[in-house]
Structure formats: structure tokens, C-alpha cells
């Protein structure tokens, strides 16, 4: 990971964001990079960003105001860039129901502009951040953000006599990250009940450092093509409730509209090309010629009706575990 990223210059698209924030937290205090670029929209996150990862203490740290959706303000700040990390998307579930279209412009088209100035202006390696909501999806976000996958695997498949290679990493739910339930159940506590969609439903769950560790990991090991999934633990949301506030009484309102009961990683129908490994899946691509990139005989195979499922999972969490990871 030295040679990787020291003394390399690092872009992080949607850095303003929890994931961009941690990863650049984790970056700086284990490498040296020469130059680690914030890549994002909103110059208020920028400025506050800014205020703990300042240039006078780090003088790597460069902020670049953009979308992804500029393909010309790409190809200014791709520019000298070794590895790309793209964490930038539009991925409240109601917000993208609301408005498709914006949602279509940021996670497809913007995949699409990375790609091709990425493989324009001769990044190296390009990793993207997916969402079990991508695997059978039915809500739109989880359905850009499937595409988006597809673009990226299907990226190395035209890079030419380019050097770059793309590859996707998917997980579970992120601990205390903007907009998901623990902050809002956090919120609730105040008014003594807390709304259950269903008591059934379980979701996988992973902490924002045990993430950005898993795509720091993926970065080093990615030959191009392949998607990663890692092996992470499910709960259930009312152990969550009780962890959350035991003194709290539940209401059940029901499953809301693009919501599942459990989520997917690794659907049915991608066990057939589906490789583990000892705290982690890997999704080969499609295409033929990538075979030999994946070949070698120890790789154990998933059985053909396998599915990584947050409610067929063997690893669970404790209401003390939950605890702990809040």
C-alpha cells in the first residue's frame, strides 16, 4: 500500500461525504501522499472539511469544487492523478424516487464521465463504491447504482492499450452515517417510541473505518473487473431498537415503498462466477478474456444456489456487539 499510494496523488470523489471524510482521516495518518484531492459539490462541506484537514497541516490536501456530472471539470482535475476512489452519489432511497431523473444524471452518467476521462487522461486504478441496494434491486437508487457497476466492470473492457483498470467494491449499511436509521433512532429516543417497518428485517452492517479499511484493501489487491463483497455481520432491527433505546416502546408502520425486508450482496444468480476467500467475495466479470486474471485452483468456488443474503447470514449480531459498534 506504500508504493501504492505514497508520494501518489489520490482524488476522492464526493469526499465531503462520511466515507471521503474517514478515508481521509486513514489516509494521512498511514501514508504520504503528494497530493490527496477532495472532489465535491458543496463548498460549505468543503470549508468545514478544510478546517480539519488544512493545507497548513497537510500540505497535500487540495479541495476541487465539481460534479461529476462536468466531464470538462474532470478532465482538469484528473489530471495527474494516480488512483481514483469514487464515492460520489445521490443515495437517499425517497430523494431518488422523487427526483429519477437527477439521480440517472449523478450515479450513471457521472460513472460514465469517470470512466472516460479516467481512461482519457491515464488513471491508473479507478475503484467505485457500490450498495447492497444494487444487487436485485427495487428502488432506483439501488438500480443506478447497479448500472454504474456494470459501467465500471464493463470499463476495462475498452481501456485500449491504456493501463487503467476499474473495480467495485459493495457493502452493508455504514454505522452513524448521515441519513441512516441509527442516527435517526438516536433522534426518536427523545419522544419515547420508535418506528419498526417490520420486525423481521435484518440489514448487514459494517462500521465507516472497517469500510474504508476493506476499499484501502480492494485498492491494493484489484486486478480489474472484479466486484468485492465483504463478509460482515447482519442485524436485526428490533436487537438494533433495543441497543439503540431498551426503554423505548415500538410502533409497526410497515415496509416503505423501494425498502426490502432483507438485503442482498451476492445474489443467486451471480454464484456461478462468485470466488471466496477468508473475509471476502469476489464477483468475476462476465467477459471471457478476464478469466485468466481470476485462475488459480486454491480459490474456493460458492455452490451454485449460494446467496449472501443479511437474512440467511451466519454471522449476527449481539445487542451488546451492536452497542459497542454505535
Given amino acids: 500500500m506504500k508504493i501504492l499510494l505514497n508520494d501518489k496523488t489520490i482524488l476522492i470523489t464526493g469526499g465531503t461525504g462520511s466515507f471521503g471524510k474517514k478515508c481521509t482521516e486513514i489516509i494521512l495518518r498511514k501514508y504520504k501522499p503528494k497530493k490527496l484531492i477532495i472532489f465535491s459539490r458543496d463548498e460549505l462541506k468543503q470549508f468545514e472539511m478544510s478546517q480539519v484537514f488544512s493545507f497548513e497541516k497537510y500540505p497535500c490536501m487540495r479541495y476541487f469544487l465539481g460534479d461529476v456530472r462536468d466531464k470538462e471539470r474532470l478532465y482538469r482535475a484528473f489530471r495527474g492523478v494516480d488512483v481514483i476512489i469514487h464515492a460520489a452519489a445521490l443515495k437517499q432511497v425517497p430523494a431518488a424516487e422523487y427526483n429519477p431523473f437527477e439521480a440517472v444524471k449523478t450515479n450513471i452518467l457521472g460513472a460514465e464521465n469517470i470512466i472516460n476521462v479516467a481512461i482519457d487522461i491515464g488513471v491508473k486504478r479507478v475503484v467505485a463504491l457500490s450498495t447492497d441496494k444494487a444487487a436485485n434491486p427495487i428502488n432506483l437508487y439501488g438500480a443506478t447504482k447497479l448500472c454504474s457497476d456494470k459501467l465500471f466492470i464493463a470499463g476495462n473492457a475498452y481501456v485500449g492499450r491504456k493501463d487503467t483498470i476499474f473495480s467495485v467494491v459493495r457493502y452493508g449499511n455504514v454505522v452513524g452515517s448521515r441519513g441512516s436509521v441509527i442516527p435517526f433512532f438516536l ?40 466486484l468485492y463483497v465483504p463478509k460482515i455481520p447482519s442485524m436485526n432491527i428490533m436487537d438494533l431498537a433495543k441497543a439503540i433505546a431498551p426503554e423505548c416502546k415500538t410502533k409497526i408502520i410497515g415496509i416503505r415503498p423501494g425498502e426490502k425486508l432483507h438485503e442482498v450482496m451476492v445474489p443467486r444468480d451471480d454464484a456461478r462466477k462468485t470466488l471466496e476467500f477468508s473475509n471476502y467475495y469476489l464477483i468475476q466479470p462476465d467477459f471471457r478474456f478476464f478469466e485468466r486474471r481470476f485462475k488459480n485452483k486454491n480459490i474456493k468456488r460458492v455452490p451454485d444456489d449460494f446467496e449472501y443474503s443479511s437474512g440467511n447470514n451466519s454471522w449476527w449480531l449481539t445487542v451488546e456487539e451492536l452497542r459497542k459498534m454505535i
Fill in 187 to 226: 433522534n426518536q429516543r427523545e419522544t419515547g417510541v420508535l418506528p419498526i417497518t417490520d420486525p423481521r428485517m435484518t440489514r448487514f452492517w459494517i462500521t465507516l473505518e472497517q469500510g474504508v479499511n476493506f476499499v484501502l484493501d480492494c485498492l491494493k489487491r484489484m486486478v480489474g473487473g472484479e
